[in-house]
């Protein structure tokens, strides 16, 4: 944050403010990082704020890797942990936390993989970050822009760190064989297991929730399985913000899959 940081966040964005003159329309800004090692946290903590001074109108969304107890690799984590998440707060429009130990988990238990890489760690996230932007690359039924999911899941600003999930999960270079209902394809997305934080949404209560769906799918059923869903797990969710389940509609799968569903939670 303040050496090496401090010498390159200039450069940096230089080359952000050459990509920006490029866009037509921006909308916003998406940084992935970590928040146990030193760049992630501290570079990027930097560079968030950097970048919130310079476009203060335009959304800023970061996919941070949460520290977890059992898969650590540095010493220094919670301290790093600690000092970043005061910058999201402050500077960060929406927070997707996601942690390794969740990560591991799906590969180990939901695609059997006996020892995952970066790759299948990666390609986990990749499918996450891709479900959350499809509304601006595809046209869709019912389109929710950045901006707009942030109107609809964040209740009070500082809340703004959620939970994702992806359903179906496949590893990356299986193909798809059975084909997945609506019904079953959001029993998945709200199951604990698929969730990329290893913390149980049950222990808490939902504020706001957004399902992205993807594929040939029709609008009725979705909203039908949404409505059933609140209805069957109203315990779960507070009671104070009436239809807090927002979804949204793309007709384009992603590659290899027939449908998907891109899960974000808020969650107490």
């Not at 059992?70 to 998440?85: G, I, R, W």
């Not at 707009?148 to 500082?158: D, E, M, S």
Request: with cysteine; charged share 20%.
């Amino acid at each position: 944050y303040y050496t090496e940081g401090a010498e390159l966040v200039d450069n940096i964005l230089e080359i952000v403010r050459k990509e920006t003159e490029n866009c037509d329309s921006l909308q916003g800004f998406q940084v992935a990082h970590s928040l146990g090692g030193g760049t992630g946290s501290g570079l990027g903590s930097l560079l968030i704020s950097k970048i919130r001074e310079e476009f203060p109108d335009r959304m800023m969304c970061t996919f941070s890797v949460v520290p977890s107890p059992k898969v650590s690799d540095t010493v220094v984590e919670p301290y790093n942990a600690t000092l970043t998440v005061h910058h999201l707060v402050e500077n960060a429009d929406e927070t997707f936390c996601i942690d390794n130990e969740a990560l591991y988990d799906i590969c180990f238990r939901t695609l059997k993989l006996n020892n995952p890489s970066y790759g299948d760690l990666n390609h986990l996230v990749s499918q996450v970050m891709s479900g959350v932007t499809t509304s601006l690359r595809f046209p869709g039924q019912l389109n929710a822009d950045l901006r707009k999911l942030a109107v609809n899941l964040i209740p009070f600003p500082r809340l703004h760190f959620f939970m994702v999930g992806f359903a179906p999960l496949t590893a990356k270079d299986s193909k798809q064989y059975q084909s997945l209902t609506v019904p079953e394809l959001t029993a998945q997305m709200f199951d604990a297991k698929n969730m990329m934080a290893a913390s149980d949404p049950r222990h808490g209560r939902y504020l706001t929730v957004a399902a992205f769906f993807r594929g040939r799918l029709s609008m009725k059923e979705v909203e039908q399985q949404m409505v059933d869903i609140h209805k069957k797990n109203s315990n779960y969710f507070v009671e104070w913000i009436p239809h807090n389940i927002k979804t949204s509609v793309c007709n384009i799968p992603p590659s290899g899959l027939k449908m998907s569903a891109t899960f974000i939670g808020n969650n107490t």
